[in-house]
């Protein structure tokens, strides 16, 4: 399936009137996310699928469709303008905590500064923080604890600049381990906060 951005990109960028070149060019972008994405072009002279990034299907003047693979930097040129007003994509930062608390682990906190950067760059991010704990407590505990991380990445968010009323939060609990384990068994990947941003 296609990506909104990308398939708004494939129709605004495809159509390119040249003198002695194809018609119509329709070349397929990569997605943001990284996950793989294909687009059917299709002409009274049949079908042809673009399922890799930076092809191009040329169409000629008798609907006839020729294939063809373009470099990334040529597709990023031609398309300089047009790729210049799509709006940046989403963004996701993990940060982590220590045992049973709020408190970011050191390397996390360092990394608040590399997070207020990018989100500086967007005139008006959307922020979903979402927390998450690992297996050492009960469900109940665990639940309000991720909520309560959540709650603190948000503070911390604000205090950066970012608007409180752009930051929604949630709390996962144990529910969602980026790493499966044991009941009751630490697990630092687990005790984190993802942070969203569009």
């Not at 950067?117 to 991720?146: F, K, Q």
């Amino acid at each position: 399936m296609i990506g909104p951005l990308i398939f708004i990109a494939c129709l605004a960028a495809a159509i390119v009137q040249h003198h002695g070149g194809p018609r119509e060019r329709i070349t397929l972008l990569p997605n943001q996310d990284g996950q793989p994405s294909a687009v059917v072009v299709a002409t009274a002279k049949g079908e042809a699928l673009l399922d890799q990034p930076y092809r191009s299907a040329q169409v000629g003047a008798n609907a006839a469709v020729t294939i063809v693979t373009e470099a990334e930097s040529a597709v990023r040129q031609r398309y300089a303008p047009l790729l210049a007003t799509l709006p940046k994509g989403a963004a996701v930062f993990t940060v982590y905590f220590e045992t049973n608390t709020e408190e970011l682990v050191p390397e996390s906190a360092a990394r608040f500064a590399q997070i207020r950067e990018e989100l500086a760059l967007r005139p008006a991010p959307e922020v979903i923080v979402i927390g998450h704990t690992d297996r050492v407590d009960s469900t109940a505990y665990n639940d309000a604890l991720s909520l309560k991380r959540a709650e603190r990445v948000k503070q911390l968010l604000v205090a950066a600049g970012i608007a409180a009323d752009s930051i929604a939060v949630a709390g996962r609990g144990e529910r969602e381990p980026a790493v499966q384990t044991a009941d009751g068994q630490a697990e630092l990947r687990n005790r984190r906060v993802e942070i969203r941003v569009r």
